[in-house]
T-cell receptor, first 114, second 113 residues
């Protein structure tokens, strides 16, 4: 148990569906991240939120829309996805501005797009 | 830019064998270095880290030493167990202020009884 929870753990959706992934951290951190993990590829950083403000968007297609209503919650809204978007989506959090860059990860949401 | 290169797997070892997973990095400045482990069906867990040259990170019998002269952070364990079977990721944290992590591609380790 890392203090970062993600729901759902598994999700199957069609290309026309809209769904959302949820992440919650119980560590009092001020930064949250979304990563995409695909087979045989390095982890891809998608979005970074620092004190609820988005600080990075690594050329992610607009069919992925993040939302960070407060420093403990992070959402990833999905719409009109493609089969190649099937992957494990990982959320992480960290405490910035302390000199400790350690990120703590949730268990991930395994997404399958049909 | 910053990057991490780790040995490709998969690696298969017998129980109690010695493990080394190589990791080298390219970075400007003085990054922090990490090893994360991912057990089947789970997210990444921090295994160990080192924040400056010559530091040794250790946890659960695993060790890695931050070698600035060779830009390496190799993971070692003297005697692996079946429960160590997982995917291991080397990562560095940039020092540009963004503190983002750059990950290697991961090395899958399978330990057989």
């Amino acid at each position: 148990e890392t203090g970062v929870t993600q729901t759902p753990r598994h999700l199957v959706m069609g290309m026309t569906n809209k769904k959302s992934l949820k992440c919650e951290q119980h560590l009092g951190h001020n930064a949250m991240y979304w990563y995409k993990q695909s087979a045989k590829k390095p982890l891809e950083l998608m979005f970074v939120y620092n004190f609820k403000e988005q600080t990075e968007n690594n050329s992610v297609p607009s069919r992925f829309s993040p939302e960070c209503p407060n420093s403990s919650h992070l959402f990833l809204h999905l719409h009109t996805l493609q089969p190649e978007d099937s992957a494990l989506y990982l959320c992480a959090s960290s405490q910035r501005a302390t000199g400790d860059e350690t990120q703590y990860f949730g268990p991930g949401t395994r997404l399958l797009v049909l | 830019g910053d990057s991490v290169t780790q040995m490709e797997g998969p690696v298969t070892l017998s129980e109690e064998a010695f493990l080394t997973i190589n990791c080298t990095y390219t970075a400007t400045g003085y990054p922090s270095l990490f090893w994360y482990v991912q057990y089947p069906g789970e997210g990444l867990q921090l295994l160990l880290k080192a924040t400056k040259a010559d530091d040794k990170g250790s946890n659960k019998g695993f060790e890695a030493t931050y070698r600035k002269e060779t830009t390496s952070f190799h993971l070692e364990k003297g005697s692996v167990q079946v429960s160590d079977s997982a995917v291991y990721f080397c990562a560095l944290s940039d020092q540009t202020g963004a503190n983002n992590l750059f990950f290697g591609t991961g090395t899958r380790l399978t330990v057989i009884p």
